[in-house]
């Protein structure tokens, strides 16, 4: 067994977000990890779930299904493995059931989570809506969870506009919920992503709807609440972003509306930025143009081209710019390089490396 199937066993036999399950896995890897378990490493019913799936078909049928919606199974080890999703640590995801036209690290790399309440007033659905509009005109992918109301909203404004748009679901990528969302689906898939922990054939349930909302934040530079309730669901999605850090707006409603009660508060408590303009939520998302802030920097621009590739430390940086023949960058410069580019915020440092923003 290698990381890939371990990663799949993993994801087939345990609940998004258990951390018990993330502990082991950083600590000893995804084959070890499995072999504790069955071992009896962990209490409750993971160990018989994970002797299960290895004794059973569940494994093929799940890439099967996968293969049936032209799908893939991504890993941290993939390229494609968006870096962001290590700010949630041990609830990171085991691995990212995929289906569509995209490199979730590419499309994530601007990306703006709109969310919001299901039964939204057509004030909040005409919002979500510009907003999709306004973010594919400015090369914004929009991340949400492909229900009714707000989210729906979101994901057909970026697709009216010839934008790219991934749907997070708790359900597989291959089962289309809610059922009157299907045709919506498939144009997301056609235009950005699908994703989800949950294997294909995966029916949804109330847990999985609250645990998906980690990705929809952590995937997004920032989280955009159009309309919520005091108990919405979507809050927990702007919970998640304020615990790692993201800006998070609030759409100010009508003060008599139920519907925005809960972006009242969030706002009133200084866990929401109030959306004076749609510009300001943008700009915290836009994507940069490293050309004209930097003057064609030789030296900045040759960083940004290997950052642009991989995460890198420090060390790896400098010895790939100074691998190549042309090259005359030497460690100095590329030490004085990241630290400007730091302070222009452009690029962080990760505890995995350096990565462009």
């Known amino acids: 067994m290698n990381d ?18 993330g502990a082991l896995v950083a600590q000893s890897g995804a084959v070890t990890a499995v072999d504790l378990i069955v071992a009896g490493e962990l209490s409750g019913a993971i160990r018989e779930r994970v002797t299960k799936v290895l004794a059973s ?13 032209s799908g893939v199974f991504v890993t941290p080890c993939d390229s494609s493995w968006p870096t962001q999703l290590y700010d949630l640590d041990l609830a990171a995801p085991l691995g990212l059931w995929c289906r569509g036209d995209g490199d979730v690290q590419e499309l994530s790399e601007h990306a703006l989570a709109v969310v919001g309440a ?3 007033t057509a004030y909040g659905e005409r919002i979500a809506s510009e907003v999709g509009s306004l973010a594919a005109d400015h090369a914004i992918t929009v991340v949400s969870g492909a ?16 934008g790219r748009t991934i749907a997070v679901l708790a359900c597989g990528v291959d089962v289309a919920y809610p059922s009157a969302h299907q045709g919506l689906l498939e144009r997301v898939a056609e235009n950005g992503l699908i994703i ?7 029916k949804p349930h109330k847990r999985r709807f609250l645990v998906r909302n980690r990705i929809i934040a952590a995937l997004s530079a920032s989280t955009l609440v ?10 927990s999605t702007a919970n998640w972003a304020n615990a790692l850090g993201r800006p998070v707006w609030g759409v100010p409603g009508p003060l008599s509306s139920a519907t925005s009660a809960g972006v009242h508060v969030g706002i009133a408590q200084g866990e929401m930025n109030i959306v004076a303009d749609i510009a300001s939520v943008l700009e915290t998302v836009r994507p940069k143009s490293a050309s004209s802030v930097y003057h064609s920097s030789s030296e900045a621009l040759a960083v940004l081209e290997a950052l642009k590739r991989r995460v890198c430390t420090t060390d790896q940086l400098i010895a790939q710019l100074q691998h190549g023949t042309d090259s005359q960058l030497t460690a100095h410069d590329v030490l004085g390089t990241l630290t400007l580019l730091q302070l222009q915020g452009v690029i962080i440092q990760t505890a995995l490396g350096w990565k462009c923003l």
């Not at 078909?57 to 919606?69: G, R, T």
């Not at 159009?226 to 809050?235: D, H, K, N, T």
């Open 118 to 120: 299901r039964a939204a």
């Open 226 to 235: 159009v309309e919520a309730a005091l108990r919405s669901g979507s809050l």
């Open 147 to 162: 229900a009714y109301g707000i989210d729906a909203a979101a994901h057909r404004g970026v697709l009216a506009s010839g």
């Open 57 to 69: 078909n569940q494994i093929a049928v799940a890439l099967n299904k996968l293969e049936a919606c």
């Open 196 to 202: 989800s922990e949950a294997p294909p054939g995966s």
């Open 4 to 21: 890939r199937e371990a990663r799949a066993v993993l994801s087939i036999a345990s609940e998004p977000g258990d951390e018990r399950v």
